[in-house]
């Protein structure tokens, strides 16, 4: 398994000061978000402002630090409002054009939104599958993977959602963005079985951590009820989740989305992120 840094931990930098910080941690590679104008604040790549010219300084700098893009981030979720669907449809394309332009494999996608009065359960999960099975297919010609997150205020936070998510999608180069971490709120599955379930599918992979204060057995949490801890602190035992990921023959990216632009009492990135990676290396020789 290889290691990735996230650049929400460094919302202060750009993608070109994110790239230097990155290589002198040690990661292999870098997940980025891409946000533009509308969806504040600006990701290290914003897609109303990316051309050829800066898709050549960018590979430029990736090439000379020998790294990576190991996943590119974008916000678009709502493929059931009508006034939002087609911008999220045609939002998720253009990223895959800029991730073909930056030589990524992998793109994460919200598995929409969440339930609510407004619609019917299945009119907002019908139109979900079929805006996703649009920019499947649409990334599939690049060679490219879209990545459904386990991500809370969503329609797949919860692996067993998630899994049937990805068959009804049903196309192979949509898979799972694991992230355990929302998984241990939901209360529902325990590590070792949502890690099989999704085992097959998995593309990807966050790594967070936090605790509950006071948790009861098989309540539901959000995430404004769980503290955010560095990786070494929290309640959920990493080690034994990359041990399930390995026994699953999972080879790939792990993703340190160090939260600093959403959570600003985390330490600052220099302080935080350094001892995640050490962390992270030291388990890896461990499992």
Known sequence: MKLCGHTMGVPDKNIFEAIDFFSTLGYEGIEVRCASNDTPPIGQINPEEFDSSLSRKILNKFQEKNMEIACVTPYHWDYVHSNVRHQSI????????IAEKLNCKRIRAFGGIEPSKEFPYEEIWDKTVSGLQEV??????SGID?????HGETLTQCAGDALKMVKDVNLENVGILYDYKWINLCGMESMKEATNMLGPYIKHVHLGNHIIPNREKNKRY???QAKATLLEEGEIDLKELLKALKSIGYEGYLSDEYEKLWIDGLPNAQVGMTKNIKYLR??????
Do not use: H, P
């Open 90 to 97: 045609e939002g998720m394309k253009k990223v895959v054009r």
């Open 136 to 141: 499947g297919r649409f990334a599939k010609d």
């Open 146 to 150: 879209i990545c459904i997150e386990t």
């Open 222 to 224: 959000t995430e404004e």
């Open 282 to 287: 030291q388990l890896l020789l461990e499992i």
